[in-house]
């Protein structure tokens, strides 16, 4: 016997739905493995690079305004158009951009594995990713821009939880190395997320022969990170 629609399903808006469907793919319960990558931060840690809340904001501030705002972000943006077009050569150069981009193997297994991982989850939820697994399993914005544009959510809202996604990860992940308490962690969010719609429209803005960005202590931390002694994270 068919499950009962829940009252009031049926005047939901799209925009709504929407909104239900983005927060289902930028939340933290996801199971794609995103809380065990620092992305550099806790060898950072080591090295007396970041001791505290302040040093802590400074390095998310600068990774979001370049490798997020002229990289992954832009990236988003071009895959979401090429998804609506079905454009399977443009989809797999951005690909190749994107992960010639990650500037360490650790970032670029980092890459790999959720891409997989979110390969997993979308295709339990939408049986037709199953066509395009190999472009899917490649990286984690390819599958999350393929969910964005079958669920109708624009690019604005997609980069918007793309960067707070990442923006939560990377700080609960850092109070634990550094570490700082929750409130210093969520005054961090509170902070760097008043600069979410800034970056989102600088990024809508750059032109192709602009995409790409370099941070060079993210990409030092990563590399020593490989190597270090003891790791709590796997990037």
């Not at 620092?38 to 600068?62: K, T």
């Not at 981009?101 to 939820?125: D, I, P």
């Not at 509170?190 to 990409?219: K, T, Y």
Request: glycine share 6%; with cysteine.
């Amino acid at each position: 016997m068919a499950a009962a629609m829940p009252t009031g399903i049926m005047n939901t808006s799209p925009n709504e739905l929407a909104l239900a469907r983005l927060l289902q793919l930028v939340s933290p319960s996801l199971p794609i493995g995103g809380y065990t990558y620092s992305q550099g931060i806790e060898w950072a840690v080591e090295a007396q690079w970041i001791g505290n809340q302040v040093e802590l904001q400074l390095w998310l501030d600068g990774v979001m305004q370049t490798n997020l705002c002229y990289l992954e972000l832009p990236i988003l943006q071009r895959m979401l158009a090429a998804w609506s077009l079905r454009d399977l050569t443009q989809l797999e150069h951005w690909n190749e951009v994107l992960i010639a981009s990650r500037e360490t193997a650790e970032l670029r297994l980092e890459e790999a594995n959720r891409a997989r991982a979110f390969y997993g989850v979308l295709k339990s939820l939408e049986p037709s990713a199953d066509e395009y697994q190999l472009i899917l399993r490649q990286s984690h914005i390819a599958g999350y821009s393929f969910a964005c544009e079958r669920w109708g959510i624009d690019f604005e809202r997609a980069a918007c939880g793309w960067l707070w996604s990442w923006l939560e990860n990377l700080v609960l992940s850092a109070v634990k190395i550094i570490p700082l308490g929750q409130t210093a962690g969520q005054q961090i969010i509170f902070s760097l997320g008043a600069f979410i719609p800034e970056v989102v429209a600088a990024a809508e803005a750059v032109a192709d022969d602009e995409i790409g960005a370099s941070s060079m202590a993210q990409a030092i931390a990563s590399a020593r990170h490989e190597t270090q002694y003891t790791r709590l994270f796997r990037s």
